[in-house]
């Protein structure tokens, strides 16, 4: 069996919080996980050791995971709870003033310090770039979108513990959030699989640094995305998320492939609007997940630039903008594919046009770069200006 990690791989190369969060990561979960309220209501000065909830759920996992219940107790007795993490996943109000901003979101992913530090990761990891893109078919530049923008190539891969991010938001979880009981169970189950990586592979589970949420490595995976789909992609018999840019190139482009990336396919077309049929909500009602056939969406008004004879699902995807109108894309299924790895349209334009600029930096090419577009205001109609009472 290939050992995952060792002691040595978890180097903290810098110190950031870029989050890694699967939307459709499943968890192993619990048979009778603590419920939000019960969490709030222990004090979190208590130590998980001394938590009965904490302790129960430690013997209910040991016995799911055939691991020392004595084992798993002592290992959340380590672990310490994290005030700021609960803050961070605490949504925050909504203002009339928050309204979001495509252009804003990507200037945030998007500049020339992150665009030349992905021309010389790109550069450094050609050859495993195109070996990955060979063996997934996942264009390099997907990769490389993805790993600048969740590390900057490893840059800001999270200075937290990862026991004490994932305990926190296992049985600390803040009621606040609207979907708090869904939340904790599934820190939960992650909590659950971090625990038996460490113990198959022998490293203290104090030493893995992540982001808030417990993401890990150059392409912030999650452990049960770890223990999914990564993989061993530089042949040394163990998988390093950290410190071995092969691995992280495969394993993200194994993710890809793994959720439904079709390759050679676009990720998105430009939009062209018939104002006069369009019927907008009927096109959003499925958010990002593809629904339509283009005969379908160009019913409905829309009519994806050079996509009509694109073989499969469309979706028309909204980006705000501010207080001004909103612009759109449509998407295939490699957009949604994009957002496996973080549910926001916003964040798979950002990776995409981030891979693009990079490719464009490298080759002195333009880049291919999505150009959202508003709907065109209706032709308003000449008006016909009545001939006087006593004309002739």
Same mark, same amino acid.
């Given at each position: 069996?290939?050992?995952?990690?060792?002691?040595?791989?978890?180097?903290?190369?810098?110190? $950031?919080?870029?989050?890694? *969060?699967?939307?459709? @990561?499943?968890?192993?979960?619990?048979?009778?996980?603590?419920? !939000?309220? =019960? /969490?709030?209501?222990?004090?979190?000065?208590?130590?998980?050791?001394?938590?009965?909830?904490?302790?129960?759920?430690?013997?209910?996992?040991?016995?799911?995971?055939?691991?020392?219940?004595?084992?798993?107790?002592?290992?959340?007795?380590?672990?310490?709870?994290?005030?700021?993490?609960?803050?961070?996943?605490?949504?925050?109000?909504?203002?009339?003033?928050?309204?979001?901003?495509?252009?804003?979101?990507?200037?945030?992913?998007?500049?020339?310090?992150?665009?030349?530090?992905?021309?010389?990761?790109?550069?450094?990891?050609?050859?495993?770039?195109?070996?990955?893109?060979?063996?997934?078919?996942?264009?390099?530049?997907?990769?490389?979108?993805?790993?600048?923008?969740?590390?900057?190539?490893?840059?800001?891969? $999270?200075?937290?513990?990862? *026991?004490?991010?994932? @305990?926190?938001?296992?049985?600390?979880?803040?009621?606040?959030? !609207?979907? =708090? /009981?869904?939340?904790?169970?599934?820190?939960?189950?992650?909590?659950?699989?971090?625990?038996?990586?460490?113990?198959?592979?022998?490293?203290?589970?104090?030493?893995?640094?992540?982001?808030?949420?417990?993401?890990?490595?150059?392409?912030?995976?999650?452990?049960?995305?770890?223990?999914?789909?990564?993989?061993?992609?530089?042949?040394?018999?163990?998988?390093?998320?950290?410190?071995?840019?092969?691995?992280?190139?495969?394993?993200?482009?194994?993710?890809?492939?793994?959720?439904?990336?079709?390759?050679?396919?676009?990720?998105?077309?430009?939009?062209?609007?018939?104002?006069?049929?369009?019927?907008?909500?009927?096109?959003?009602?499925?958010?990002?997940?593809?629904?339509?056939?283009?005969?379908?969406?160009?019913?409905?008004?829309?009519?994806?630039?050079?996509?009509?004879?694109?073989?499969?699902?469309?979706?028309?995807?909204?980006?705000?903008?501010?207080?001004?109108?909103?612009?759109?894309?449509?998407?295939?299924?490699?957009?949604?594919?994009?957002?496996?790895?973080?549910?926001?349209?916003?964040?798979?334009?950002?990776?995409?046009?981030?891979?693009?600029?990079?490719?464009?930096?490298?080759?002195?090419?333009?880049?291919?770069?999505?150009?959202?577009?508003?709907?065109?205001?209706?032709?308003?109609?000449?008006?016909?200006?009545?001939?006087?009472?006593?004309?002739?």
């Amino acid at each position: 069996m290939k050992r995952l990690l060792s002691p040595l791989l978890f180097l903290v190369l810098a110190t $950031g919080c870029a989050t890694h *969060l699967p939307a459709d @990561a499943q968890h192993s979960g619990t048979k009778t996980p603590p419920s !939000p309220k =019960a /969490a709030a209501s222990t004090t979190s000065n208590t130590p998980y050791g001394q938590r009965t909830d904490a302790q129960q759920w430690a013997k209910e996992m040991a016995a799911r995971q055939g691991l020392d219940a004595t084992w798993v107790q002592a290992q959340l007795a380590q672990a310490k709870f994290l005030p700021q993490v609960p803050r961070l996943m605490t949504p925050a109000p909504k203002t009339n003033t928050t309204a979001r901003d495509w252009a804003d979101y990507r200037r945030r992913f998007i500049d020339p310090i992150r665009i030349k530090a992905g021309v010389r990761f790109w550069n450094d990891n050609a050859e495993t770039l195109a070996r990955a893109e060979a063996q997934f078919g996942v264009p390099a530049a997907m990769v490389v979108g993805i790993i600048g923008v969740e590390t900057i190539y490893g840059k800001n891969m $999270g200075n937290l513990r990862v *026991l004490d991010s994932l @305990a926190t938001l296992a049985f600390d979880f803040p009621e606040a959030h !609207p979907r =708090a /009981a869904e939340r904790q169970r599934y820190f939960q189950g992650e909590l659950e699989q971090f625990l038996v990586m460490m113990r198959n592979a022998g490293t203290p589970t104090t030493e893995p640094r992540g982001s808030y949420a417990g993401a890990m490595g150059l392409g912030q995976f999650m452990p049960s995305s770890w223990a999914q789909w990564a993989v061993d992609f530089d042949g040394d018999g163990r998988i390093d998320l950290f410190n071995s840019t092969a691995d992280a190139i495969g394993s993200v482009a194994n993710y890809f492939k793994a959720h439904g990336w079709v390759p050679g396919q676009p990720v998105w077309y430009p939009a062209l609007f018939n104002t006069d049929s369009l019927n907008l909500p009927t096109l959003l009602a499925p958010d990002i997940l593809p629904s339509f056939t283009p005969a379908q969406m160009a019913g409905l008004g829309v009519i994806p630039q050079d996509g009509m004879e694109h073989q499969g699902l469309l979706a028309l995807i909204e980006l705000r903008n501010g207080n001004a109108a909103p612009s759109y894309v449509v998407g295939t299924q490699n957009f949604y594919t994009i957002t496996r790895y973080n549910w926001s349209s916003y964040y798979a334009m950002a990776v995409y046009d981030l891979g693009q600029e990079v490719l464009a930096a490298r080759t002195g090419s333009t880049p291919a770069i999505a150009m959202p577009v508003t709907i065109p205001a209706p032709a308003t109609p000449a008006l016909s200006v009545p001939a006087p009472a006593n004309a002739q």
